[in-house]
Every structure is written in structure tokens, then in C-alpha cells.
């Protein structure tokens, strides 16, 4: 299956650490992609390939990865970091370049 | 820096094409170093992956939507764009215009793709 699965929503209290899942069998071959979009916002890339962080992403975010499913963790949750979080990989079905999970609503408590 | 920006009309009829267009800024469309591509969200749902295009090679688009889609690159104005034929309501999305790299691997052989560049977005109704 080329399908990416995350779960629909995570909570984490404020400064505990939370780890986000997404599962696919294209995560054998490909690293997972995690994009974090908070409300009424464009999504913005967190994490790629092995653990990742492009520049202004804080060190609390950090992504690792197992045969079939990749993490993305943040260590000492903070309240803007409620949001939604998205994996990706390429799709390994030919049915599509890139495939994303449903998404993974973080609620902050 | 960077920035992508989507226009385009907001409304679309059924049956209708919608067109969009993202204007580059920053930087130039010509590099073989990205691909441009279009995801859309439908409202309240998850982010779909449309196509993707470098400015010398042959877009790539989602089997699903093959058939309706064409993406093209246009080098004289620093823009990329969708065209949607034969529009229905599941079309109604909010649309994103985004620089996306090419596969890199690791060293590990796995490899990967990154969106790093998002346009804020447009959002297109489908009604008559």
C-alpha cells in the first residue's frame, strides 16, 4: 500500500514531550517528511530525511524513523506548537509523486 | 528569500477550468535544482499532492487527476501554473503553490523529498 496512516489526534500537556506516528510501507525506502500547519496557515516543513531541521525549526523538534514508521517528536511541548502535523514520503504505488498521511491534530493542554 | 504567490480566480463554474498561477519571487523558476509544484486541502481535510514540474523536464501529476491537469512553467514571467478541466465541487480546495526539491538520498539509501517553500494559498469555490 502506498498509503501513509497517522493517528487523527495527539494531546501532551504543556512541557512533557509528545511523539507524532506515521506508518507506510514506502517508509521502508523513504524517509518520512513532517510539515507542521497551524490554523489558518500555509504548512511549514519541520523535519526531512534523517532528522533533518531546516534553519529557525527549534531542536525541540527532531524525527527518527523504523522499518515502516517514521516519528516526529517534540521534547518540551509548547503551546504554539498545537497544530496539525503532516508526514510525506514519495509514493511507492506509481500512482503519485508524493503521498501524505491524514494528519495528526496536537492539542497542547 | 524565496516567496511563492498564488492568484487566480476565487470561483470556478462546474464543467469549467480552473487556472491558477504562482509568481516566483526571489529567486529564478530556472533551476534544475527544484521542482514547482500544487497541493490543495479541501476544507477541513488533509493536504493533496497534485504535480509537480521542473522548468526543463516533464510535470508529473497524480494519476487520479492525469487526465484534468496540466502544470506549466512560464521562464519570461517567473511563474508556474495549474489548469483544472471539468471541475466538480470535490475541486473546491484551498490551493498551494510549492518549491519542492528533487530526491536526495541518504547514506543509509533511503531517500527523501522536501516542500520548503509554501505560497500563502488561494482558495477556490466551485459553484454556479
Known amino acids: 500500500s502506498s498509503e501513509l496512516t497517522q493517528d487523527p489526534a495527539v494531546s501532551v500537556a504543556l512541557g512533557q514531550t509528545v511523539e507524532i506516528t506515521c506508518q507506510g510501507d514506502?517508509?521502508?525506502?523513504?524517509?518520512a517528511t513532517w510539515y507542521q500547519q497551524r490554523p489558518r496557515q500555509a504548512p511549514l516543513l519541520v523535519i526531512y530525511?534523517?532528522?533533518n531541521r531546516p534553519s529557525g525549526i527549534p531542536d525541540r523538534f527532531s524525527g527518527a524513523s523504523s522499518t515502516n514508521t517514521a516519528f516526529l517528536t517534540i521534547t518540551g511541548a509548547r503551546a504554539e506548537d498545537e497544530a496539525d502535523y503532516y508526514c510525506t514520503s514519495r509514493d511507492t504505488s506509481g500512482n503519485r509523486l508524493v503521498v501524505f498521511g491524514g494528519g495528526t491534530k496536537l492539542t497542547v493542554l | 528569500q524565496l516567496q511563492l504567490h498564488e492568484s487566480g480566480p476565487g470561483l470556478v463554474k462546474p464543467s469549467e477550468t480552473l487556472s491558477l498561477t504562482c509568481t516566483v519571487s526571489?529567486?529564478?523558476?530556472?533551476?534544475?535544482?527544484?521542482?514547482w509544484g500544487w497541493i490543495r486541502q479541501p476544507p477541513g481535510k488533509g493536504l493533496e499532492w497534485i504535480g509537480s514540474i521542473s522548468y526543463s523536464g516533464s510535470p508529473y501529476y497524480d494519476l487520479s487527476l492525469k487526465s484534468r491537469v496540466i502544470i506549466s512553467v512560464d521562464t519570461s514571467k517567473n511563474q508556474f501554473s495549474l489548469q483544472l478541466s471539468s471541475v466538480t465541487a470535490a475541486d473546491a480546495a484551498l490551493y498551494y503553490c510549492?518549491?519542492?526539491?528533487?530526491?536526495?538520498?541518504?547514506?543509509?539509501?533511503?531517500?527523501?523529498?522536501?516542500?520548503?517553500?509554501w505560497g500563502s494559498g488561494t482558495t477556490v469555490t466551485v459553484s454556479s
Open positions: 530525511g534523517n532528522n
Open positions: 526571489g529567486g529564478p523558476v530556472t533551476t534544475n535544482l527544484f521542482y
Open positions: 510549492v518549491r519542492h526539491s528533487d530526491l536526495f538520498y541518504s547514506n543509509s539509501g533511503r531517500g527523501y523529498y522536501y516542500m520548503d517553500v
Open positions: 514506502s517508509l521502508r525506502d523513504y524517509y
